[in-house]
């Protein structure tokens, strides 16, 4: 590394542009943008697809192989990696060696840098076999932004069409010249471009090799949104976008209510990918109710107005102040329902135009829309960070089936309890480990979760039946008649014993204690049904 570069002279705060270079693949604004550098009399000089562009439309321009002296080469991969350029760009105004250089070698100074790079994106998107990949990754417009962004003390880098109105602005502002401010916020911009860019060829890269957990990872995420605080207000919070696009919290269209906060999209999120493990053609109509992250009331049923009171009878105490996600088209009926207690946000698919209004009349209530439902066995990764790194891991897209399981007791489940347990089963696959679902008729009649022991989480989801059902004048407990999931195995016999407490008649869990025996013989003295999944569904 040399320092020869360095300059006791400071950076000036305004430059006043002589000479730009215009290199895009998205084409918008081009012509207006170029337009306004020529009427400051700015020379411009550009490359390919955009010179013919701009000369096109009559515009007055130098092409880049008449600039340099040499044409463009092996098929376009050639055209900007010149020193006349990189000199023009990288050159310190104030250092004298760089100034004698320069004019010894004709190098004029390149003073804006307008340049995006080949739609690599778009291109992987597409389904483009590998070498039509490979070409499309830019190698010049990477270097001439980065050059530019390092050279920020005498150089404007801008990287997107969203940047124009912001220069123009500058240029207006300063009479034609471009503050030092302005200049190191758009380099900051450049670099996190560049790394964006790379960070996705990287990303494509490894999964071309078939390497699911790379040596190095690099993560690239675009900010949608500052929030007004984070988890508690005296932390900051913001969300972020992944490149991919799909039906998402991130990504739903807010139709109403104020400002999500953090943990809106955080109890959204659970919701959403909840109602996700119930597909409305295979399943139902299907609610799910969230606090906290955590389901206090799921139901499948013939509408959604029923589902709706079916999932609001597990636990109405919980329910207030949650965010109820939908695997349909919310109507009317069902948003007048949801209408009668305070509920902070809806996420649904879509709404129709009477749901809107009827919402419209809770000012505060956030409808999201998502324009469809999340693949729950759409498999990927995901992340979280802990002190110091991150844990990374493939997602929990496992879902049992009657075929896939085994049934360990004497007594086979009925067909009812069979539907029974594996609605229970995915239901409890969203649950806060260890978790604990009570299901009867494709509802939750309790929900336990979050416990340090699996025993109370048992107890605790029964005394929350117990109590709903008193709340509501029933003379039995919800949960007689029951069945019940597991998130993993019974490591003792006494949490099977609460659920058999509780009511419930047959039990669904992976199955894997060494104390399987014992449990399975409880199970056999009690007279329950008990299934094997082989299948655990740990969510901390």
Known sequence: MSLHAVSTVPAPDLVKPVRALISVSDKTQLIEITRALRNLNVEVLSTGGSAKALEAEGMMITEVGSFTGFPEMMDGRVKTLHPKIHGGILQVRTNTQHQFQ???????????????????????????????????????????????????????????????????????KNDGAIGLNFRKKCA????????????????????????????????????????????????????????KSEPCVARAEQVQGKELSYNNYNDADAAFELASEFPPQTCGPTIAIIKHANPCGVASAKDYVTAYKLALACDPVSAFGGVIAINGKLDAATATAISDIFTEVIIAPEADDEARKIIAAKKNLRLLLTHGMADAKRGGATLRSIAGGLL???????????????????????DDEARDMLFAFRVGKHVKSNAIVYAKNQATVGVGAGQMSRVDSARIAAWK????????????????????????????????????????????????SVRDDEVIAAADKAGLAMVFTGLRHFRH
């Not at 291109?123 to 990949?133: C, E, L, N, V």
């Not at 891991?393 to 004497?410: C, F, L, M, N």
């Open 102 to 172: 320069a004019t010894e070698h004709n190098i004029p100074p390149i003073d804006i840098v307008i340049v995006n790079l080949y739609p690599f994106a778009a291109t992987i998107d597409k389904g483009a076999d590998f070498a039509t990949s490979i070409e499309n990754i830019d190698i010049g417009g990477p270097a001439l932004i980065r050059a530019g962004a390092k050279n920020h003390d005498f150089v404007t880098v801008l990287t997107s069409p969203s940047q124009y109105a912001g220069l123009l602005e500058e240029l207006k």
């Open 188 to 243: 900051a911009e450049a670099f996190t471009h560049t790394a964006a860019y790379d960070a996705m060829v990287s990303t494509w890269f490894a999964g071309q090799l078939g390497d699911e957990y790379p040596e190095t990872i690099t993560l690239s995420y675009t900010r949608k949104q500052m929030l007004r605080y984070g988890e508690n207000p005296h932390q900051k919070g913001a969300v972020y976008l992944s490149r």
């Open 392 to 414: 990374l891991q493939s997602r929990d897209d496992g879902q049992a089936s009657i075929e896939g399981w085994k049934i360990v007791t004497k007594r086979k489940p009925t």
């Open 465 to 512: 039946a117990a109590e709903a059902a008193k709340n509501a004048g029933l003379t039995d407990t919800l949960t007689k008649g029951c069945v019940v999931a597991s998130d993993a195995f019974f490591p003792f016999a006494d949490g099977l014993l609460a659920a058999v407490e509780a009511g419930a008649t047959a039990v669904i869990q992976p199955g894997g």
